[in-house]
């Protein structure tokens, strides 16, 4: 056990430690998480690095690689919410996102939809309780992908935490949440 002094003790009066991870731990794998095919054909994709994932207290802490081109829905998550862009550029709705930007997004509040830099985008994200989200405009996600020629994708696998429900599918329809299939060939709402 390392150097614990000064540290508070948690309900079973052993003291907290440090956790630390790097990007090239064997058990931190990269998740494709959200795909897009793009108009020549192929695919942009966000992928992560689950850093620090905890049911108690619940947040996330995560590494992102978004691929040149790739468009995220709008949307808001269950906790507030820290972006911070590490290399190459986004844009969130008409809000232009270069290496240095740090967006903070309040518990409720949404942003995007979201385009990746002809470079792609790295991100650290930090979702300080439920990590999960929801869509809340299905016509600016559209609108986006088919200015840009792209279409969406059916959710890849992730590995999510037994103790999570995958929410990718969540929108928020007239002040009501509903599921929206990710095929391309399903019809939106």
């Not at 540290?7 to 998740?31: C, K, N």
């Not at 009501?176 to 391309?184: K, L, M």
């Amino acid at each position: 056990m390392g150097d614990t002094s000064g540290s508070e003790p948690t309900g079973d009066g052993v003291a907290p430690e440090a956790a630390f991870r790097h990007l090239d731990d064997p058990d931190v794998p990269w998740q494709r998480v959200k795909s897009i095919r793009n108009a020549d054909g192929s695919t942009s994709s966000v992928w992560e690095k689950w850093l620090a994932f905890s049911p108690d207290p619940l947040y996330l802490s995560l590494y992102a690689k978004w691929d040149p081109g790739m468009v995220i829905r709008r949307h808001g998550h269950y906790s507030p919410h820290v972006v911070f862009v590490i290399d190459g550029e986004m844009w969130c709705g008409d809000r232009h996102c270069p290496t240095g930007t740090h967006i903070e997004l309040p518990l409720g509040a949404a942003f995007g939809p979201f385009v990746a830099g002809s470079r792609g985008t790295v991100l650290l994200e930090v979702m300080m309780g439920d990590p999960r989200s929801w869509g809340d405009d299905l016509e600016s996600f559209q609108h986006t992908l088919d200015r840009l020629g792209a279409e969406r994708l059916p959710d890849p696998d992730i590995d999510m935490p037994t103790w999570l429900e995958d929410l990718r599918t969540r929108w928020i329809v007239d002040g009501e949440e509903t599921e929206v299939a990710s095929s391309p060939d399903a019809p939106l709402p």
